[in-house]
């Protein structure tokens, strides 16, 4: 047993898991002894604990035999340390202080019913699991995953209205001081009525309300949650939403996908440079298709040159009217595939495309190459792995579209050179935005140890 008196340990015990808000510490007395009991309430069966401690306890009245009745539960044992009580503690058992022993109870809560599959960041190896809206069993897939005393969990509740709950996870041997301590800040001054997402938090938070690129990620995966917070960021986890925000995060982060962390390194390389190349596909292709075709021609060998002018031939407006029109078709479709019921969007969609594109080259609207690059440009941003940064890419493309529509290639460089200094500028959290290489599992001057 521990050198320490049995007060003294659960004191001990208390100071360890500080900042913890799901951390229950219950004294249960009778006329004649109480005991003392700590839990935590993401990981215990609540019912399980009425049933086989608090009302057994209300009818022994008695520490010695209530002591034996515990330790004849298969499971149950008995703590040399309070190091050891810690780690049950947060594996889901119930520490029980009886006597002078501290005694350990499997009241371990299992959620299997209420956990579906990943939808959104599906991935092709490794755990499918996803986040719900409820913020006890989010709690309980970090803590499964993350069984160490040096994850926190504050609570903290937002909306005068909707009175939402949020926790806030980290390690804090690994979690910057000054960050936490900017995101408290930030919590303590939203001043709102209603709070019922992950995202629409996340508006609240960032200082610009009009940012090109998000600065926060959301995710729906524990996994990628746990990545993030072993790295020392910080997750916000909101009560009635399936999706968690990590903080800070960087560009670097949002063409991330949790497979690269299962294949091969080479392979997850490789499928990083594919995300890269999308991203510039995607951005870029339209702006240079306007740009060869009413500004620079030269620029291009004389058989494309006159392939693309063959191909545009019966076309009646510019080629940036082209674009425009092909580009705002597609994302009509992109559109009208989220919003339609599931059973029938898909083929309503596909159907529509592969009718609309095949009119309007026979119509001699669009020219069949741009059939050809508006296809590419919606593939290559479908691979990017975060939506949000998938529908920036969508947004600013359209940006490069008018810059070449107007100056050419010239138009398409400055405009990577403002993109490239706007993301240069931007911080995420006190973070660089626009950091090529991950931070890593680095542990910072100013953490939380």
Same mark, same amino acid.
């Given at each position: 047993?521990?050198?320490?008196?049995? @007060?003294?340990?659960?004191?001990?015990?208390?100071?360890?898991? &500080?900042?913890?808000? *799901?951390?229950?510490?219950?004294?249960?007395?009778?006329?004649?002894?109480?005991?003392?009991?700590?839990?935590?309430?993401?990981?215990? *069966?609540?019912?399980?604990?009425?049933?086989?401690?608090?009302?057994?306890?209300?009818?022994?009245?008695?520490?010695?035999?209530?002591?034996?009745?515990?330790?004849?539960?298969?499971?149950?044992? @008995? #703590?040399?340390?309070?190091?050891?009580?810690?780690?049950?503690?947060?594996?889901?058992?119930?520490?029980?202080? /009886?006597?002078?022993? /501290?005694?350990?109870?499997?009241?371990?809560?299992?959620?299997?019913?209420?956990?579906?599959?990943?939808?959104?960041?599906?991935?092709?190896?490794?755990?499918?699991?996803?986040?719900?809206?409820?913020?006890?069993? =989010?709690?309980?897939?970090?803590?499964?995953?993350?069984?160490?005393?040096?994850?926190?969990?504050?609570?903290?509740?937002?909306?005068?209205?909707?009175?939402?709950?949020?926790? !806030?996870?980290? *390690?804090?041997?690994?979690?910057?001081?000054?960050?936490?301590?900017?995101?408290?800040?930030?919590?303590?001054?939203?001043?709102?009525? %209603?709070?019922?997402?992950?995202?629409?938090?996340?508006?609240?938070?960032?200082?610009?309300?009009? =940012?090109?690129?998000?600065?926060?990620?959301?995710?729906?995966?524990?996994?990628?949650?746990?990545?993030?917070?072993?790295?020392?960021?910080?997750?916000?986890?909101?009560?009635?939403?399936?999706?968690?925000?990590?903080?800070?995060?960087?560009?670097?982060?949002?063409?991330?996908?949790? *497979?690269?962390?299962?294949?091969?390194?080479?392979?997850? !390389?490789?499928?990083?440079?594919?995300?890269? %190349?999308?991203?510039?596909?995607? $951005?870029?292709?339209?702006?240079?298709?306007?740009?060869?075709?009413?500004?620079?021609?030269?620029?291009?060998?004389?058989?494309?040159?006159?392939?693309?002018?063959?191909?545009? #031939?019966? &076309?009646?407006?510019?080629?940036?009217?082209?674009?425009?029109?092909?580009?705002?078709? %597609?994302?009509?479709?992109?559109?009208?595939?989220?919003?339609?019921?599931?059973? /029938?969007?898909?083929?309503?969609?596909? +159907?529509?495309? $592969?009718?609309?594109?095949?009119?309007?080259?026979?119509?001699?609207?669009?020219?069949?190459?741009? !059939?050809?690059?508006?296809?590419? +440009?919606?593939?290559?941003?479908?691979?990017?792995? !975060?939506?949000? %940064?998938?529908?920036?890419?969508?947004?600013?493309?359209?940006?490069?579209?008018?810059?070449?529509?107007?100056?050419?290639?010239?138009?398409?460089?400055?405009?990577?050179?403002?993109?490239?200094?706007?993301?240069?500028?931007?911080?995420?959290?006190?973070?660089?935005?626009?950091?090529?290489?991950?931070?890593?599992?680095?542990?910072?001057?100013?953490?939380?140890?």
């Amino acid at each position: 047993m521990s050198d320490h008196p049995l @007060r003294s340990d659960k004191e001990w015990i208390l100071k360890r898991l &500080v900042d913890n808000g *799901d951390l229950e510490s219950r004294t249960i007395a009778t006329e004649s002894c109480s005991i003392d009991v700590l839990y935590l309430a993401s990981m215990c *069966d609540s019912i399980t604990i009425k049933q086989s401690l608090i009302k057994p306890w209300n009818e022994i009245s008695n520490e010695r035999r209530f002591h034996m009745y515990i330790t004849s539960f298969p499971g149950s044992k @008995r #703590a040399e340390h309070p190091s050891e009580a810690i780690e049950a503690l947060l594996g889901g058992f119930v520490v029980l202080f /009886i006597g002078s022993d /501290i005694l350990l109870f499997d009241a371990k809560k299992v959620e299997t019913g209420g956990i579906k599959d990943a939808k959104v960041e599906s991935v092709v190896q490794g755990p499918s699991d996803s986040f719900n809206e409820n913020l006890e069993t =989010n709690i309980n897939l970090l803590r499964r995953r993350y069984p160490s005393e040096d994850l926190k969990l504050e609570m903290h509740t937002i909306g005068t209205t909707s009175r939402t709950k949020i926790a !806030i996870a980290y *390690d804090s041997s690994r979690a910057s001081k000054k960050i936490l301590a900017e995101l408290k800040s930030r919590l303590a001054e939203l001043d709102i009525d %209603m709070l019922q997402s992950s995202g629409e938090l996340m508006q609240y938070l960032t200082p610009a309300k009009f =940012n090109l690129f998000p600065t926060m990620l959301i995710t729906e995966r524990p996994d990628r949650t746990v990545k993030n917070i072993a790295e020392g960021k910080i997750a916000l986890l909101l009560d009635t939403s399936g999706f968690a925000i990590i903080l800070p995060s960087i560009f670097y982060d949002f063409f991330a996908a949790m *497979d690269d962390k299962f294949q091969l390194p080479m392979v997850g !390389i490789f499928l990083k440079v594919l995300r890269l %190349m999308g991203l510039l596909i995607a $951005l870029t292709i339209p702006a240079f298709y306007v740009a060869f075709t009413s500004f620079n021609p030269e620029i291009l060998k004389v058989q494309i040159t006159l392939l693309i002018a063959g191909s545009r #031939a019966s &076309v009646p407006y510019p080629s940036f009217v082209e674009v425009l029109f092909m580009l705002i078709m %597609m994302e009509f479709l992109v559109e009208a595939s989220l919003r339609l019921p599931k059973t /029938i969007g898909p083929t309503a969609t596909t +159907v529509g495309g $592969l009718i609309l594109g095949q009119a309007a080259t026979e119509a001699g609207l669009v020219g069949n190459i741009m !059939i050809i690059l508006v296809s590419a +440009v919606a593939i290559s941003n479908f691979i990017i792995p !975060i939506n949000m %940064m998938n529908f920036s890419i969508r947004v600013i493309k359209y940006g490069f579209v008018l810059l070449a529509s107007f100056l050419g290639l010239v138009g398409i460089v400055l405009g990577v050179i403002a993109l490239i200094m706007y993301l240069s500028s931007l911080r995420s959290f006190g973070v660089p935005y626009f950091t090529i290489l991950p931070h890593g599992n680095r542990r910072g001057d100013e953490t939380l140890a």
